[in-house]
């Protein structure tokens, strides 16, 4: 195995988002999408040779293109109405999350005005009680933006790949929805990047085990994005749950859903079937959606990938030679998370060659 050559983009910024736990079935659980994740993936990477470069400052352009400039302005603001109307004082409540929603059912095809209440105007964005925001977590999301865009930055100047060791992760979020663990869609909006800075076709390649539903619905009528996600099927009753397989009013989308309790064989003839479907889409770049949550011992999922799986995928989809923008989305083992992202990303290399 030699040194890891691409680069690592890191903002310490990215810390700072702590959900402080989730509500389940309306029970506190305590939560694994913890910010030590971000900071075991970084010392197994630098352990590995690995250069650290760190995030800059990126311009909203690109987010606005892929989210919805109401969702974007309700969760820059968010924690501060939350203060001002008092809920962490009042109630002893410090992090956001939602007690109704705008259920289809309930607010019908059009769009809803904005709830005076802060703690009603959260389920206008929020689709799950799992995904809470605190005093930090804005910073967090956008310097996870800022980090894939970094990624982005480094690609466009020539690198053959680029990591963004960023959290929180992005991918369940649609264009004004957001859930999941996740508040804006890195990897969406580093694909739309890409896509306005000149490359005309571009892929996104989402092998976190659930489904990349968020990139899906962003580019659904787009041609110029392909989206093409590995994961378990929700159909067989995990996360996102409602987002159908095989939805195939996408223009340039491939699902491939799998049965609990898939291994590396079957999970990687679905990888090659994404990589395949990449080439024939003939895209000019690519961005990985990188959840390791696929692996055997992931608390949040029943796929068992092993290490070695990894390192194939990563052969798999770096042997399309396409730039590459890498984004960290699951895996939430934090024993294992480093060494999953560094299989990968070293497969990614050698299939480089
Ligand atoms: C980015 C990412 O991987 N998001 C997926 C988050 C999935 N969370 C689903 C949580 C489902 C409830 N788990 C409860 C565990 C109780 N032991
Ligand atoms: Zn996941």
């Known amino acids: 195995m030699g040194r890891l050559s691409m680069p690592v983009v890191w903002s310490d910024t990215c810390l700072l988002h702590e959900a402080g736990g989730e509500v389940w079935i309306g029970r506190p659980i305590p939560g694994d999408e913890l910010p030590e994740r971000a ?4 010392e197994a990477l630098v352990a590995a040779g690995a250069t650290v470069v760190e995030a800059h400052e990126q311009p909203d352009d690109a987010l606005l293109a892929v989210h ?12 501060s109405d939350w203060q001002a109307a008092g809920y962490p004082a009042a109630h002893g409540q410090g992090r956001i999350v939602p007690y109704i929603f705008a259920h289809l059912g309930l607010v019908g095809a059009l769009e809803p005005m904005l709830p005076a209440s802060p703690a009603a105007r959260t389920g206008l964005f929020a689709f799950d009680t799992m995904t809470p925001i605190g005093p930090g977590t804005w910073p967090a999301a956008r310097a996870a933006v800022d980090c ?7 690609v466009l100047a020539g690198a053959p790949a680029a990591y963004a060791c960023a959290r929180p992760p992005g991918h369940h979020v649609t264009r004004s929805a957001y859930g ?3 508040y804006l869609n890195n990897a969406a909006i580093a694909a739309a990047h890409l896509r306005a800075a000149g490359w005309m076709r571009v892929a996104i390649v989402d092998i976190d085990a659930h489904h990349g539903n968020g990139a899906e619905s962003i580019f659904r009528s787009c ?10 099927d929700p159909a067989t009753g995990w996360f996102p749950h409602f987002l159908v397989a095989g939805s195939d009013d996408a223009v340039a989308n491939l699902n491939v859903p799998l049965a609990p309790h898939t291994g590396d064989e079957g999970w990687l003839a679905g990888v090659l079937r994404a990589a395949e479907e990449v080439a024939s889409f003939d895209a000019d770049a690519m961005v990985v959606a ?3 949550d696929a692996a055997a011992a992931d608390p949040e999922s029943p796929l068992a990938v092993s ?5 194939e995928a990563g052969r798999r989809l770096g042997g399309l030679r396409l730039p590459t923008v890498v984004v960290q989305e699951g895996g939430y083992d934090l024993a294992a998370i480093g060494g999953l992202v560094l299989a990968a990303l070293e497969g990614i290399e050698e299939g480089m060659g």
């Open 39 to 42: 900071v075991r993936i970084r």
């Open 68 to 79: 919805d400039e109401r969702l974007l302005a309700f969760l820059r603001d968010a924690w």
């Open 148 to 154: 894939a865009l970094t990624a982005c930055e480094l």
């Open 180 to 182: 999941g663990s996740c």
């Open 223 to 232: 041609g110029d994005v392909l989206t093409a996600s590995v994961h378990v």
């Open 290 to 292: 990188l959840g390791v």
């Open 307 to 311: 290490r070695d799986g990894f390192a």
